[in-house]
């Protein structure tokens, strides 16, 4: 059990420390991050059961359907609506770039109860391609949507849109991976290596616009 918890949470522990240590100014509060992490992981359980359920009606067959809406809506909207709620009128969300912060965490704490639960059902010999796949993938998921939520909050003239791009981007994503996974058989990995690739090189962007955006505020509020 313990390999298996070290399993689970190494790379997640890796992608956070990456994630957190990557902001140019004032580094966020642990507590708040650690909050934001559990939050996550406890999403996963009500978004279990509600996939559960309508798998067990025989809803939402189609692997399409299933894909966008049962895990990438699903899925993204939960965390996404507990951003906003717990996070967005926090007074330490005070920069762009914190938005990537806690979009991370609370991807990453989903990430990690799902990863979990998967080892344990199958396995410790899948946890390396659970941690470069669906583990750094709701990280990417989380960096846009924290990108997107962070520019929400200080970009006042397209609030609306931005909050909305938020959510449908990392739906969208979500979605797309979810469908190369259970429609392309065995040739998903050829699909699936260039497409977190170009994940990666999009949240390695918004990290550094992020950052940027953030570099500028502090700066005209010195």
């Not at 920069?95 to 806690?102: A, T």
Request: aromatic share 14%; charged share 10%; glycine share 6%.
């Amino acid at each position: 059990m313990v390999s298996l918890l070290t399993l689970a949470l190494a790379p997640v522990a890796a992608i956070m420390t990456f994630i957190y240590f990557n902001k140019r100014i004032e580094l966020e509060p642990l507590p708040l991050i650690i909050r934001t992490f559990i939050l996550g992981a406890l999403l996963v359980f009500p978004t279990m059961f509600i996939q559960y359920a309508i798998n067990i009606e025989g809803l939402l067959q189609s692997p399409y359907v299933h894909s966008f809406l049962l895990a990438g809506l699903l899925e993204e909207f939960v965390k996404w609506f507990i951003f906003l709620f717990a996070v967005y009128q926090h007074r330490e969300f005070d920069h762009h770039y914190d938005g990537i912060i806690y979009g991370v965490a609370i991807s990453l704490g989903f990430a990690t109860v799902e990863n979990i639960i998967y080892l344990l059902a199958n396995g410790t010999q899948y946890a390396w391609g659970r941690a470069i796949f669906p583990v750094s993938s709701h990280a990417l998921f989380g960096i846009l949507m924290g990108y997107y939520i962070g520019k929400a909050k200080f970009n006042t003239t397209r609030t609306k849109m931005c909050l909305t791009l938020a959510l449908f981007i990392p739906v969208a994503l979500h979605g797309l991976y979810d469908m190369i996974l259970t429609t392309t058989s065995n040739a998903w990995l050829y699909l699936m290596i260039p497409f977190m690739a170009g994940l990666w090189v999009i949240g390695i962007r918004k990290i550094r616009l992020a950052n940027h955006h953030s570099a500028n505020l502090h700066s005209k509020a010195e």
